[in-house]
Structure formats: C-alpha cells, structure tokens
C-alpha cells in the first residue's frame, strides 16, 4: 500500500480524496494554484505544493509542475479526482515514466474511451446498444449532410473530444443543419484543440442513467448499481440518485452491457458507462474513465467507499467484493451546490461567504470545501458542494433533501439552493416522471421561489 498521495485536483474532491486517505493512513499532498493558497484541501493535507498561477492552464492543469511535486515530496502515486487531468491519456502516461502510480486507468483506456466516435465503435464490437449514428468519425460537411438524411431529423453533432456539453449542437431540421455542424466544429477546435466530429439520432427526452463499474487488474470487473442523471441544465448534472426508476429487467440488461463495455476496453480502475434511455431501450453514450461528482449516491446505497477502492486497485490489490456482495439498500439523492445566479441566466457568483451552515444527521452527508469567511476565486467552476441524503425509500429521500436543504446557510455570495429546493418540489419529479429536457421544460415554475425562504 502507499505510503503518500499526491491529489492533482482541488475544492471538494481533493477534500473528499484526503479524508479517504487519512482514514488508510496514508499521507497527502495537496497542490494549489495562488488563488487556492487558503483552500480547505490545503490545510487539510500532510503537506502542500503551489504549482503555478491562478489559470487552470498555470497550476492544475500544469502536467510538468505537478509531477515535480510529486517527486520532491516523494510521493508514490497521484489521485487525479475528476476534471483537469483526470482523463488526460498523456499525464497517465508521464506518471508512469517518472515511476508514478496513476490512480485510474490505464493510459490507452483512456484514450480509447475520450475519443467519442472510436469509443462508439468499441462499444459497436462489444455488442453494447449505441445511438443511432455515424460508424465513426465524420469526414465532411457533405458526408454529415448524407448521414442527417439517412438518421432523420433531429440529429446530434458532437465533438469526438468533447465533454461537458462542449463542441456538441442539435439541428432539427435540414434547413438548420450547416450552421449547427460549422458551429459545433468551431467550438470544439476552441475547446479540445480537436475538430474530429461524429452524428448520432437525436432522442428527444430520453433519461440519463449510468452505471458505476469498478475493475483490478486481475480481470474482476463489477458494477455498482446505476444513477439516475436526468436533472440537467445545458448538459450539466444538477440532481443525481441512485438507484433509479427501471424494472430490474432492464437493470440487468444494462448492467451486463457495462460488463461488456468495461471487459472490451480492459479497463482498471473506477469508472462510469453512461447511457440513455427510452422506454425499454438503452442506448451507450459514453464512459467516463475517472471518479465521477456524483459518486457519494452510489456509496450511500452499497456502502463501498469508492475512493477507497480506487487506491486498493492501484497499489495492486484485488477488488475487495464480489458482484455478489453488492446490494443496493435504500435510495440516496444528491444535490450540487453551486455558486451562482439562477434568475441571470446562472450567471458564477464568485466572492466571500459570510456565513456556512450545513445540516447533519443520520443519513445526511456533506461534501465540501467551504468555510465562513473562505473567498470563491473567480477562475474554476462554480461548485461549493454537494449534499446528500440516504433515506429507506425514494420518498423518504426526498423528503430528507428538502428538510436538510431547508437548513443549509450560505451568506456572502448567490447560489441555487432555493432553485434545487423548487426542483424537489415540483410533482412530476416526486413521481419520478422526470427526463434530461426537465428543468428546460419547467424553467418558468423554477425560476419561481421566493428569496427569502
């Protein structure tokens, strides 16, 4: 086992990895850019590191510097969390060439499984339901014209190195068409440096439910249980569960195909295969091959700590579980707390909080990196935390979220507590009639709470 981590990451994953490894006895490291110099997971680690400037570019994402530190300290592995370099094939691979545990997959899985259209071929070979779409990527705007008539309107153009909803536009008719697939490509040269586009079949209001899969390296590969990711705004999770609103018929068919998915990608480590869903049919949309936000719901219903288990498999270990030990107990609910305006168009909210209060109790968990007084630097996302809540039965769950909602204080700066509280409220989402065109369809409703509840 390790006997010192690095975390290559900040805010609320880095805490969470800290606390994962203090409770392993094993040491951190924690970096940060200028502006973190106060943050949580600085004070909370063994030892930290600055690596550079406020820009992401300048410290976070900065592959040279981070390395340095990992060595200079004398660290055995780096935990990348999610975000900046976690999916970065290059940064796996330099870990290892410095003698470095990269605690994720492995480098080629990597690759394999950010390239979106060479993903989708994978999946195609496994037998694993893909969208409707291109075999690869697209050549031309001709070939992607030929291709939209032969799917049918609406179609979905997205960046084979894209993620986040980046690089990713509809076009609902052929009228439409040119302009969305110029767009999508511009943006995606902009954002990943790569312009490589692919086509799926638009499915209009599916749901979002992926399955968690973890893997050693002696070929045990596992699952999870899944999560429902429907409550999105603009491709951006909101709310998350687990599990989710499917017969167990269905449950286990995707299931197997995330098996599949992971065994023909040989794949190590934690990881998410994400699908859509439509009635009975579930479609493969993409894996996501690191630590996801929404990890905690997946822990509170199996009682595995993820993170955990992540760095057991990378220092050797064998999957501590078998697929029958796995029982899903309960339902758990997740809301992200972020820093910003929903009435301005969700406009970031850096600046000082005044206050923090945060509820407890059993079955109410709070994951976080903030403190009264702690100053939200204007230059990484917008998320403060994320709180959680495991209840006996989804209805149980949900009435907790609001309760606990109810009593979470965050002075100094705006943010969407009242917004998810509307959310939690609103009864198509009590009865689980919910899909990923959600919040777009009841805006409106949303935007309704009152300031002062």
Do not use: W
């Not at 590191?49 to 300290?73: D, F, H, P, R, W």
């Not at 940064?91 to 390239?115: D, Q, T, V, W, Y």
């Not at 979470?408 to 917004?419: E, K, M």
């Amino acid at each position: 086992m390790f006997q010192k981590i690095l975390i290559a990451n900040r805010g609320e994953i880095a805490v969470r990895i800290i606390r994962a490894c203090k409770q392993m006895g094993i040491e951190t490291v924690a970096i940060y850019s200028q502006a973190d110099r106060y943050s949580l997971h600085v004070q909370l680690a063994d030892e930290s590191v600055c690596v550079g400037g406020n820009k992401s570019s300048e410290s976070y994402l900065n592959m040279e510097n981070i390395v340095t530190a990992a060595i200079s300290t004398g660290a055995e592995a780096i935990h990348p969390g999610f975000g900046f370099l976690s999916e970065n094939a290059k940064f796996a691979e330099l870990c290892i060439e410095c003698g470095i545990r990269f605690i994720g997959p492995k480098a080629s899985a990597i690759h394999n499984m950010g390239n979106k259209s060479k993903a989708r071929q994978m999946m195609m070979d496994a037998g694993v339901p893909v969208v409707p779409g291109s075999d690869g990527a697209v050549a031309s705007l001709a070939e992607a014209r030929q291709l939209a008539d032969e799917i049918g309107y609406p179609v979905l153009i997205k960046a084979s190195a894209g993620g986040g909803g980046r690089g990713m536009r509809v076009a609902y008719t052929k009228e439409e068409f040119d302009n969305s697939f110029e767009t999508a490509k511009s943006e995606a040269k902009i954002a990943f440096g790569d312009d490589t586009m692919y086509m799926e079949k638009f499915i209009l209001n599916p749901r979002h439910i992926e399955f968690q899969i973890i893997a050693d390296k002696y070929g045990n590969v596992c699952h999870l249980g899944e999560r429902d990711c429907s409550i999105q705004r603009r491709n951006q999770k909101v709310i998350e569960e687990a599990p989710s609103l499917i017969s167990d018929e269905l449950r286990n068919k995707m299931a197997e195909a995330a098996i599949n998915a992971a065994r023909e990608v040989g794949y190590e480590n934690a990881g998410t295969i994400e699908f859509l869903v439509s009635g009975d049919e579930f479609y493969f949309i993409e894996m996501n091959t690191r630590i996801q936000v929404e990890h905690p719901v997946t822990e509170m219903v199996t009682g595995v700590d993820i993170i955990q288990e992540q760095i057991r498999i990378a220092s050797g270990e064998a999957l501590s579980f078998t697929q029958e030990d796995v029982e899903l107990k309960g339902h758990a609910i997740e809301v992200r707390l972020n820093a910003e305006n929903p009435r301005e168009n969700f406009r970031p909210s850096p600046g000082t909080i005044s206050l923090v209060h945060v509820p407890s109790g059993h079955g109410v968990r709070f994951d976080s990196f903030i403190y009264s007084g702690y100053q939200i630097p204007p230059y990484y996302d917008s998320m403060m935390g994320k709180l959680i809540v495991h209840g006996k039965t989804r209805l149980d769950a949900i009435m907790k979220m609001r309760a606990s909602l109810d009593e979470v204080i965050i002075d100094g700066v705006d943010n969407n507590r009242a917004f998810c509280m509307q959310i939690l409220q609103e009864d198509c989402f009590v009865k689980g009639e919910t899909d990923t065109g959600f919040i777009a369809a009841h805006l409106e409703q949303l935007l309704g709470y009152d300031d002062h509840e």
